[in-house]
């Protein structure tokens, strides 16, 4: 195996087509192709199913992609360290269920990092991809929740792909509404008092199932359902709409300003968030000084 062949097939990955990664690498077909096979033959797996549209991964050669990544990404570093006067570009993503906690401790991840290179990438997903990203290494940290309905499910998903789950905090449920919904000024709601209002939450695509579900209570009946795929979206169905959605009130005001409350909701459930991170890699520094924030924005909130 050599790093030649890891960048070959991180690159038809990327593509999706052996011809076009031969034209612009400027090589051969064939010799692409067998450097390919060479690589199969050698890991013992299949990496990509080949077809008349082009290649697609298959699910062991996205983990054998995700630690090639991995490999080449370090010694792209140590190259960069050591053989060139350039400064060192660092690498960091995560992937996350849609937290503005989240978003702020990756502001201050960037800030604390302060180098004048980078190439850092926060994404907001659906579940099941957040747990995808991570098992295939294309993120070294996931963040989602937990809770007594989806935890059995989602903890025996995290171990089938060598995933672990560490609690950040446990939360109990708040409603999300603006400050000018007709129950902004109750202490406490109960859930047959959000009957006449839009329930939001977020689509999870293919994966739409209750257990991949970003809001606790989600297999609970509703009159009027919006699903969104953004935040932006949401805060505004809250806004014009008198929408509602359900989470934890871990919740900076300052992202929003004072247009979005968090309203204790009157049930007997807890919300655990957590990171989830593979099983066989250590944390980065950047993983380090990410994880640092999360929990110094929880604390703060």
């Given at each position: 195996?050599?790093?030649q062949?890891?960048?070959?097939?991180?690159?038809?990955?990327?593509?999706?087509?052996?011809?076009?990664?031969?034209?612009?690498?400027f090589?051969?077909?064939?010799?692409?192709?067998?450097?390919?096979?060479?690589?199969?033959?050698?890991?013992?797996?299949?990496?990509?199913?080949?077809?008349?549209?082009?290649?697609?991964?298959?699910?062991?050669?996205?983990?054998?992609?995700?630690?090639?990544?991995?490999?080449?990404?370090?010694?792209?570093?140590?190259?960069?360290?050591?053989?060139?006067?350039?400064?060192?570009?660092?690498?960091?993503?995560?992937?996350?269920?849609?937290?503005?906690?989240a978003?702020?401790?990756?502001?201050?991840?960037?800030?604390?990092?302060?180098?004048?290179?980078?190439?850092?990438?926060?994404?907001?997903?659906?579940?099941?991809?957040?747990?995808?990203?991570?098992?295939?290494?294309?993120?070294?940290?996931?963040?989602?929740?937990?809770?007594?309905y989806?935890?059995?499910?989602?903890?025996k998903?995290?171990?089938?792909?060598?995933?672990?789950?560490?609690?950040?905090?446990?939360?109990?449920?708040?409603?999300?509404?603006?400050?000018?919904?007709?129950?902004?000024?109750?202490?406490?709601?109960?859930?047959?008092?959000?009957?006449?209002?839009?329930?939001l939450?977020?689509?999870?695509g293919?994966?739409?199932?209750?257990?991949?579900?970003?809001?606790?209570?989600?297999?609970?009946?509703?009159?009027?359902?919006?699903?969104?795929?953004?935040?932006?979206?949401?805060?505004?169905?809250?806004?014009?709409?008198?929408?509602?959605?359900?989470?934890?009130?871990?919740?900076?005001?300052?992202?929003?300003?004072?247009?979005?409350?968090?309203?204790p909701?009157?049930?007997?459930?807890?919300?655990r968030?957590?990171?989830?991170?593979?099983?066989?890699?250590?944390?980065?520094?950047?993983?380090?000084?990410?994880?640092?924030?999360?929990?110094?924005?929880?604390?703060?909130?």
């Amino acid at each position: 195996m050599t790093l030649q062949q890891l960048k070959y097939a991180l690159e038809v990955a990327s593509k999706g087509s052996m011809n076009e990664v031969a034209r612009s690498l400027f090589i051969s077909q064939p010799r692409l192709s067998n450097a390919i096979k060479e690589l199969e033959k050698e890991i013992k797996i299949t990496i990509f199913i080949r077809t008349n549209r082009g290649v697609t991964v298959t699910n062991e050669g996205a983990e054998f992609l995700g630690y090639a990544r991995q490999v080449l990404q370090q010694f792209n570093m140590l190259e960069e360290k050591y053989l060139s006067e350039k400064p060192v570009k660092q690498h960091f993503s995560i992937s996350t269920q849609h937290y503005t906690f989240a978003a702020n401790a990756f502001v201050e991840l960037v800030k604390e990092f302060g180098t004048s290179e980078y190439e850092f990438t926060l994404r907001e997903t659906k579940t099941y991809e957040i747990i995808e990203d991570v098992k295939n290494l294309r993120s070294e940290l996931g963040i989602i929740y937990l809770s007594n309905y989806n935890e059995s499910v989602l903890l025996k998903l995290l171990k089938e792909r060598d995933l672990t789950f560490s609690e950040l905090f446990t939360a109990k449920p708040h409603v999300f509404i603006s400050k000018r919904h007709p129950l902004a000024d109750k202490e406490s709601i109960n859930l047959e008092e959000l009957d006449e209002y839009a329930c939001l939450s977020f689509e999870q695509g293919e994966y739409n199932s209750f257990y991949f579900s970003e809001e606790i209570l989600s297999t609970r009946s509703v009159k009027k359902s919006i699903k969104v795929s953004d935040r932006a979206a949401i805060v505004n169905f809250m806004i014009g709409l008198d929408g509602y959605t359900i989470s934890s009130g871990v919740f900076p005001k300052y992202l929003h300003g004072n247009d979005i409350i968090a309203v204790p909701l009157n049930v007997d459930e807890l919300i655990r968030v957590g990171i989830i991170q593979h099983r066989d890699v250590t944390l980065s520094q950047l993983g380090e000084i990410y994880v640092d924030a999360l929990k110094k924005v929880e604390q703060e909130l």
